[in-house]
């Protein structure tokens, strides 16, 4: 598919074609600079997208961030700086990497701009391999100052840290976005402030922290979030928009002023912790701002390119699977593409015994059910 595209656009070009290999050879280079490509790549959707005419209905720009695991099996093990990495949605440590994804939202559409892929050392800081695993992975010499020891120097690396340079180097080349959204790990004073020396508090973060953790001062006096809530610091509130209450209160962390939205869900017992720097921010504006969160959670996925089912014409109408469904025809060397319904055959469209089809079902949208993406889980259904 890689090859495809890359002589397909050369083409367009007016270029001539080349083997797969020159290919190879280039994504092997250690001097290629995919993070200034990701980069020209957004801004010149952003470019086209403006010169379109593409509205953004009043939502603000963000920067989003976020990690997954990329899970690796088999002869995957001898990869350089693989590990056991954990699964927080299945709660197990697999072998793979944990990926770090920047999106930026530009009120309509969210674009990946940068990422970086890291291990986990564990606390033997083992990687959770033995010796033996750990000495039979790939290594490899790399110049200094070269994209490619970049990417390798920040696999060892802890990932707020990493996503601190991805910041700097993301408002240098133009990218101003107006809030930063993340989870409750990635929520930490060093990163608030990284992120508000950024034009001179021209940016602002709003994102989760986790309940009765971290100290805040309020009138003098220093609180947890568990505290605020038996003190009564503030009056509870309903939203009916959203059927939840919620608490308002100003304070500070160390030396930057914050706004708390404490929130609970119908007859839960249970508090989150939606935290702002943006003092001036009403509760309904912040709840869904956090909302533009979820798009990065069906980012990986839909960028992934799912391999279709190879089934003959036979065991189609065997099994009576005729609804819904588009067919290629995979006997045309991919030049006359015909996608129709499965029940259309018979109606005047002749097909040859033996003739093998793709089948590919219709795809429900991508639609969050019964829970609010702050209210934590994926909420999600296929």
Known sequence: MFRGCCCGLISLLGGESCCKNCFYRMLNDCTMDWRGFLYAVCKSFLRIAAGEGVQADGKPRCLIVDDTVLEKTGAHNRMEHISRVYDHGRHIHVLGFKLQLVVYFDGVTPIPVDFSIHCEWEKKKDCGMT???????????????????ERS????????QVFMKMLAKLWRRGLRPQYVLYDSWYH?????????SLGKGAVHTLGMDKNGVRTYLVKGRKYTTKTMIDAHLAVIRKCDKYRLMYMKVDAMLDDIPVRLFLIKYGRSSEWKVLVTTDTGMRFTQAFETYQIRWTIEVVPRDQAVPRPRTVPVARLRRTGCRRHARVRNVHNDGKQEALRGVRDHGRGVPLAQG?????????EAHTAHGRHPVQGGTGHRH
């Open 188 to 196: 930490s004073l060093g990163l608030l402030k990284a992120i508000r």
């Open 153 to 160: 120097d920040e696999a060892l690396q802890e990932k707020p």
């Open 355 to 363: 003739r093998t089809l793709r089948a590919y079902p219709v795809a």
């Open 131 to 149: 010796k033996k695993d750990r000495e039979a992975r790939f290594t490899k010499d790399r110049a200094e100052g070269t994209s490619g020891r």
